[in-house]
């Protein structure tokens, strides 16, 4: 049969036609509508996670203060916020989120080369979100094991929901990996092959890079997670003995017997690492487009850049046991973890410096988009540095398991990945929705955010120091950590909840904004990728009205000299292209 | 290599147009046959880490090798037997013109699935047979893993299934669609892959 990539299939049967209210908004398999479902249930979802780390700050910082805060329902607040996210915000907002609404449209598509399979992958996420919110209302409530739901704690008794919430942890996470498989073949299949005329490999904007290696990493990655809460289901439901040892429970020898929990420990982190840039290669690549947009300048080494995310990733697989370095491995098996593990910083380096060297001598535009993003550059390079002590053996040891760790891996991939999901909604939230937000708001909120987060963090690293430990429900007395880091405590609290509440600022905006904000013009950025160059926006169904884009030159054509405008879009053909290719003719 | 063309040139140098009017996808295959491809991948990637997991668990020391019932010797040929269906579906299909129920064609890919599901029904048999006799999945980690590592293979072999009954109902329905051809192919490619995990499996099952 003849191949016909979707990209060239302009009947309107093919493209799905929504026909009625639900099939246009509801069960719709248009990528841009699928992409605002997966957003909108992201965010919702991020939204319980903050407030759960509300309820953690609150404790820490206020110990025996609020009755209804007990260990358990602590525990159980630490597991839901890290699990909900990591997986469930940050995974679905870039690649079901951003990753659905620009990939037809920076591609050049009208749709996915599979849109049914891509509606499925919603609702297949949204039934995971359904499975894991209620866990919180079964008798046990959701599981307390920690997000690493590490065996054997997360399935023994005492363990805050080893009734069921565990259970449905674990299905959350089969079905959500049912999802991100199905959304996942989609994007790697309508990147390579269904690109529009002109658009070769190395013309796609970093963002498509980012959420392409992104994806690749997350096809490899969930099957380790996947196999991992399998086995652990079996260890559950049936009894089996995979990672159970022999313990004893409630004065009892349990029926486990020789099973490993190193080896989950091995199949969690295996997944567990990737996972890190599964959040953060698509960060790199929108903060990538953002930076060079409000720049006016193209983007430093794009070639390094995308050999750098593609190296990233590829690295990626191999560090998964640095998290383990305290659970007991070969010294040699610890150099090497210890050696790839900074080896990765090298291509993560690179693109830092061409993220500044992208900003130096460029006519920056300090707008919001613009603001989170160069905030974003602060929060990484500051998170990454700690990453470079932690990823040695030797300073990990004493550190593993204190607040310099939470503070790590908040600054690294949790504030960062938020500055850029917060950049990347400001500087596309006028093609999604054909209304400018309000600036002055958005740069309060942006100050309010960044600013809050390194109230909230920088202290933690001192707390690490200290050698307050992680995890701990209260510190009661110890001789190492002086009182005065209770004073500390109380005001990380009070930070976390100014940021929480900072963030009304962002909803107030875009609901407000949405009515009343002023009506945005195609390419209000003035920016060459081609999704502002839609003949509509918001993009109609279909995206191209009746002709595909054909794209001329690469993503980053700002500021060339002597060009009348300060960018030049990637389907504008150009004064080259006419004088060597004009008797080629236009394309049908 | 024109992927390595592609991810060496310098795009800010060219403007134009540089593959004539044509759009051009990395591969020359159709979009389901990547998909399938990478699926198949990622299937490789879940065997392979239970894989692992089952030498890891093995070096423990409560392991007991266990004795496989005769019966999946049986049930292995059902699949090799699916897979021949299978692929004399993709060669009959390349000779018909239109394929309908009664074609070799459509004989063939419905008769494979038919062997497919005796196949899935066989191993349930056969679970059954080691719970009646002691060697239920609690028995031993060697249990344990016999019962995960073919319970996760019938898994996919049932999504398999799934497409194949989807192709299967409407070719008894009458209808005669030029889809079928792919979707023959498809599930044969499908269909051998699982076969050959499934040969793998059984080796390691059988020999440790």
């Known amino acids: 049969m003849a191949y016909v990539p979707l990209a060239d299939q302009d009947d309107a049967h093919a493209l799905h036609d929504p026909q009625t209210f639900v099939t246009k908004y509801i069960w719709s398999q248009d990528h841009k509508v699928i992409a605002i479902q997966y957003g ?3 965010i919702f979802v991020g939204l319980i996670a903050l407030g759960l780390s509300i309820i953690m700050r609150l404790q820490l910082g206020f110990p025996d203060t609020f009755s209804f805060i007990d260990p358990a329902f602590y525990y159980q607040a630490v597991t839901m916020h890290g699990m909900i996210m990591v997986i469930y915000l940050l995974t679905a907002l870039f690649l079901g989120g951003f990753g659905n609404y620009l990939i037809p449209l920076m591609c050049g598509t009208r749709d996915m080369v599979f849109p049914f399979l891509n509606m499925l992958s919603f609702w297949f996420y949204l039934l995971s979100v359904l499975v894991l919110l209620a866990s919180f209302f079964i008798p046990g409530g959701p599981t307390g094991a920690g997000w690493t739901l590490y065996a054997p704690q997360s399935i023994s008794m005492g363990t ?39 658009l070769t490999l190395m013309r796609l904007p970093l963002s498509i890079w980012g959420i392409f290696t992104a994806t690749v990493l997350g096809l490899f990655a969930f099957p380790a997670l996947l196999v991992s809460a399998i086995m652990l289901g079996f260890d559950l439901i049936l009894g089996t003995s995979f990672f159970m040892p022999a313990m004893m429970e409630l004065g009892e020898q349990s029926s486990y017997d020789g099973g490993s929990p190193i080896l989950f420990q091995h199949l969690f982190w295996f997944f567990g690492h990737p996972e890190v840039y599964i959040v953060a290669l698509p960060a790199f690549g929108l903060v990538s487009d953002v930076i060079s947009t409000h720049a006016r300048k193209n983007i430093f080494g794009y070639r390094m850049m995308v050999w750098a995310i593609i190296a990233i990733g590829g690295l990626s697989f191999m560090v998964w046991a640095h998290h383990m370095y305290v659970s007991g491995m070969n010294p040699y098996f610890g150099f090497f973890f210890a050696t790839t593990t900074l080896i990765i910083a090298v291509p993560t380096a690179l693109k830092v410096y061409n993220w500044v060297l992208t900003l ?61 999901l917060f950049a990347a909604l400001y500087h596309w939230y006028p093609k999604v929705t054909g209304r400018m937000f309000n600036e002055t708001l958005g740069k309060v909120h942006f100050w309010c955010t960044f600013l809050g987060t390194y109230a909230i963090y920088l202290p933690m690293h001192y707390l690490g120091f200290l050698g ?24 990380i609290t009070l930070a976390a909840i100014f940021v929480a509440i900072a963030q009304i600022l962002f909803f107030v905006n875009i609901f407000w904004s949405l009515r009343n904000g002023e009506r945005a013009s195609g390419n209000p950025w003035g920016a060459t990728t081609l999704e502002w160059q839609t003949p509509d926006t918001p993009p109609k169904h279909g995206n191209w009205g009746e002709e595909l884009p054909s794209v001329y030159r690469w993503a980053y054509d700002y500021s060339v000299p002597g060009h009348k405008q300060d960018f030049i879009p990637q389907n504008e053909p150009g004064e080259e292209y006419e004088k060597t290719h004009h008797t080629a003719g236009g394309h049908s | 290599m024109s992927l390595y063309r592609d991810v060496t040139n310098k795009p800010w140098d060219q403007v134009g147009l540089p593959d004539g009017i044509e759009n051009r996808p990395v591969f020359a295959v159709s979009n389901e046959r990547l998909a399938l491809t990478v699926f198949m991948i990622i299937a490789s990637v879940i065997f392979s880490l239970l894989l692992v997991s089952y030498y890891i668990r093995m070096g423990i020391g409560d392991w007991v090798p266990m004795s496989i019932p005769t019966q999946v010797w049986a049930n292995t040929t059902l699949l090799i037997l699916s897979s021949v269906c299978l692929q004399s579906a993709v060669v009959f299909s390349r000779k018909q013109s239109t394929i309908s129920v009664v074609s070799r064609a459509g004989l063939s890919f419905g008769i494979g699935g038919l062997l497919a599901v005796a196949f899935v029904v066989g191993q349930y048999q056969v679970w059954g047979l080691l719970t009646e006799t002691g060697q239920g999945v609690r028995s031993n980690p060697a249990n344990s893993f016999f019962y995960l590592l073919t319970s996760v293979h019938v898994a996919h ?24 051809r792919q979707t023959i192919n498809l599930c044969a490619i499908y269909w051998h892959f699982l076969l050959a995990v499934w040969i793998g499996l059984f080796f390691v099952l059988a020999n440790t």
């Open chain 1, 40 to 42: 909108g249930v992201a």
């Open chain 1, 468 to 491: 307050m430990p992680r995890r701990y429900f209260e510190m009661g007395s110890t001789d190492f950590v002086p009182a005065s880091a209770q004073a500390l405590n109380a005001n």
């Open chain 2, 157 to 180: 072999l049932l999504g398999g299934l799934w497409v194949w009954s989807k192709s299967a109902i409407s070719l008894i329905q009458g209808s005669t669609s030029e889809h079928f």
């Open chain 1, 360 to 420: 130096w001598q460029g006519n920056i535009r300090l707008n919001t988009p613009m603001l989170f993003a160069i905030g974003f550059i602060f929060t990484f390079v500051h998170g990454g540095l700690t990453g470079l002590f932690l990823g040695n053996v030797i300073i990990d040891i004493p550190l593993a398991d204190t607040y310099f760790v939470v503070a790590h891996f908040h600054m690294v991939m949790g504030v960062s990945p938020v500055l850029v």
């Open chain 1, 160 to 198: 805050p929901g080893y009734e069921g919430g565990i259970l449905f942890m674990l299905i959350s996470l089969g079905i959500f990996i049912v999802a991100f498989t199905m959304g996942g073949l989609n994007y790697v299949t309508t990147i390579l092959q269904a690109r529009t005329r002109g």
